[in-house]
């Protein structure tokens, strides 16, 4: 086995599982790995053959991400209960998942932690839609049961809302107080479709429901590039908030 060290590699031998232990009936010894410490920093001269080569690699990473793809027309911001950054998010997963399966999606749902930037207004690039989204989350669709899809609507709620596109939620002091798709009424026995990522669909965490369908269609696309071409066709993003999740204050009606 080899063993990495600063600017350099030392041979070591093999580490025992703890089954098989150490010492000599074994035929083995702790490993023993010798390296040198070399401090990193503005002391240590950069080496001129490394940087030339770095040059145009640099200009070549710069270029890609500095790629101009569309224009916001004001500042499209993140948050909750219902941001514009979240609407555009999953009504774009919605949409792109009902493309690729060619029959509609309901529902879309993303959690606030996946967006870690809001868009600026202005010129968007590809860095803008990366530091909107630095993780390599696949589209994913769910098969959920109506009564499945209620109690996603009630986690959501738990949290104070999450992005979601395909339905309308009422929420007060974070229990779901109504909830229902755009088009209508849930059914609790019906069979309905949820887009959402990769990482909701495998890790759940507080939307567990999405992770309860063994038979989840990877679509094959990360959500990242389906941002980037949604920017590339629109050309102009205008912020949306349009009521989709309301939080209930006291004496409002749902």
Not at 124 to 152: D, K, W, Y
């Amino acid at each position: 086995a080899w063993s990495a060290m600063a600017f350099g590699c030392r041979q070591v031998p093999p580490t025992p599982t703890p089954a098989q232990g150490f010492g000599p009936a074994q035929g083995l010894s702790p490993p023993h790995v010798a390296g040198d410490h070399h401090l990193v920093g503005e002391r240590v001269a950069s080496d001129p053959g490394t940087e030339a080569f770095l040059v145009p690699l640099r200009q070549r990473v710069e270029d890609a991400v500095g790629e101009v793809l569309g224009e916001a027309s004001a500042s499209i911001t993140k948050g909750g209960p219902e941001s514009p950054l979240g609407n555009f998010v999953t009504d774009v997963m919605r949409a792109r998942a009902a493309q690729e399966l060619g029959q509609p999606v309901h529902v879309a749902v993303m959690n606030n932690g996946g967006l870690r930037a809001p868009i600026p207004a202005g010129p968007i690039t590809r860095r803008t839609i990366l530091e909107v989204m630095p993780f390599e989350n696949r589209l994913l669709v769910v098969h959920l049961s109506g009564a499945q899809v209620l109690e996603l609507a009630a986690q959501m709620a738990a949290q104070g809302g999450v992005p979601q596109s395909g339905m309308k939620l009422a929420i007060r002091k974070r229990e779901l107080i109504e909830a229902s798709l755009l088009e209508g009424p849930i059914d609790p026995a019906g069979a309905y479709l949820v887009a959402t990522t990769d990482y909701l669909a495998n890790v759940g965490g507080k939307l567990s429901v999405l992770g309860r369908d063994p038979s989840a269609t990877d679509l094959g696309l990360g959500l990242r590039a389906v941002l980037e071409q949604a920017v590339s066709r629109r050309k102009v993003l205008t912020p949306l908030r349009d009521g989709r999740t309301r939080v209930l204050r006291k004496g409002d009606k749902p």
